[in-house]
Nanobody, 124 residues
Framework: VQLQASGGGLVQAGGSLRLACVAS????????MAWYRQVPGMGREFVSA????????HYADFAEGRFKISRDNSKNAVYLEMNNLKPEDTADYYC??????????????????WGQGTLVTVSS
């Protein structure tokens, strides 16, 4: 199973980016999906999660109102649209899959498939 994350890059504060995560080797239809982020030297931080159907979403406080998670099960993909980016959003962003879950946001240990990370850099 591979989760391929893309869409990171360098953007000025106030700008936007759209991250994508596409899976191969596994159908994500029944999986809860999430985005986490990590700054070097820090722990991995929850950003957002979405239920298997896309009908329920959950955001970290810092993401609420600025980020939007979505998924397209026909493309085996999940997305994270990030708006009004701030320098403190600079991090590696990881997608993750929680297999066969009815939950919107799984306990972190249940996310057993992880992408390789895509770097988002927000300049001030």
């Amino acid at each position: 199973v591979q989760l391929q994350a893309s869409g990171g890059g360098l953007v000025q504060a106030g700008g936007s980016l759209r991250l994508a995560c596409v899976a191969s080797g596994r159908t994500l239809t029944n999986d809860g999906m999430a985005w986490y982020r990590q700054v070097p030297g820090m722990g991995r931080e929850f950003v957002s999660a979405i239920s298997w159907s896309g009908g329920s979403v959950h955001y970290a406080d810092f993401a609420e109102g600025r980020f939007k998670i979505s998924r397209d099960n026909s493309k085996n993909a999940v997305y994270l649209e990030m708006n009004n980016l701030k320098p403190e959003d600079t991090a590696d962003y990881y997608c993750a899959a929680c297999p066969d879950s009815v939950l919107t946001a799984c306990p972190r240990v249940k996310y057993i498939y992880w992408g390789q990370g895509t770097l988002v850099t927000v300049s001030s």
